[in-house]
């Protein structure tokens, strides 16, 4: 088809903040994810970018305690340049 889009198709769902999964382990997986952007592994594509704010938007709602302002700093400056 003429002009349709080539490659990996992605879905990309919309959540209110109540329907945001809560982390099993929200320190654990927080720990994860600024490991992985200390490594900027996984980070490439955009669908990576968006699982990673995914998971990050869970902690956040469910954990917000765990986030310091360094912390917050860090993904600000680190992910955000992406």
Sequence with gaps: MNGAPEGD???ANVL???????????TVEFED????????AGLREWHEKFVFADALRS???HA?????????K???SNF???
């Design 33 to 40: 994810l600024m490991d992985q952007l200390s490594a900027r």
């Design 64 to 72: 917000p305690h765990i986030i310091t302002p360094k912390a917050a």
């Design 9 to 11: 198709l992605y879905l």
């Design 74 to 76: 860090e993904v600000r």
């Design 80 to 82: 955000c340049i992406f």
């Design 59 to 61: 902690v956040i709602v």
């Design 16 to 26: 209110e903040r109540f329907e945001v999964p809560r982390p099993s382990d929200p």
